[in-house]
């Protein structure tokens, strides 16, 4: 990576995963490398034409998520590896459901409710109203905790109770301010 060398980085890293395969810390690195150092070295690549940066950009985006798909097959309850996968949908390639389905696994796995949240956003941002209703029911059971009742929550939930039209008597109360 020093000599921006980026196919040979993807080689070695290549074999270093499938040298130890069980070991999450060499596919985060290695995906790390593709879709944030490669993808944005060849984004601000100024010697580039424009469509070729943004061209190259997505191609290594691509393979830091491809690589991340190869270490969950070896590790599939890693949940460190789940949630490097939910950071560059949510972050790189801007998959907001794709992201949220990743942050369910990191919940499943760790049974952190925070991931639960990362992905009740993530859905809240999708296009699809089908996602904002899952949205909607993940921040609602998380509202039921006022320690959670975060300014981000209840103004999400607000938003996703004007899109769904949310009867005035089921939505939440508005927040003193």
């Known amino acids: 990576w020093e000599n921006v060398n980026w196919a040979k980085v993807d ?4 074999l270093t995963t ?3 395969p069980g070991y999450a810390n060499y596919w985060d690195d290695a995906s790390w490398q593709m879709a944030y150092n490669a993808a944005s070295f060849y984004l601000y690549d100024e010697k580039l034409q424009p469509m070729v940066r943004g061209r190259l950009y997505e191609e290594h985006v691509r393979r830091g998520i491809d690589i991340l798909k190869d270490g969950l097959r070896h590790l ?9 996968l939910a950071e560059i ?3 790189r390639s801007h998959e907001p459901e794709l992201a949220a389905q990743a942050y369910l696994e990191v919940f499943r796995i760790s049974r952190n ?18 996602f904002w209703r899952k ?14 009742r975060t ?4 103004d999400t939930l607000k938003t996703l109770e ?13 927040a003193r301010r």
């Open 89 to 91: 949908y949510e972050r």
């Open 162 to 174: 004007d899109r769904l039209g949310i009867p005035t008597m089921k939505r939440i109360p508005d």
């Open 11 to 14: 080689s070695l890293l290549q």
């Open 113 to 130: 409710s925070r991931y639960r949240r990362f992905a009740a956003y993530q859905y809240a941002q999708s296009a699809k109203p089908e």
């Open 18 to 20: 499938s040298l130890q």
């Open 135 to 148: 949205a909607y029911d993940l921040l609602r059971e998380a509202y039921q905790d006022p320690r959670q």
């Open 151 to 154: 300014p981000s929550l209840i």
């Open 76 to 84: 599939p309850d890693d949940a460190r590896l789940w949630n490097s």
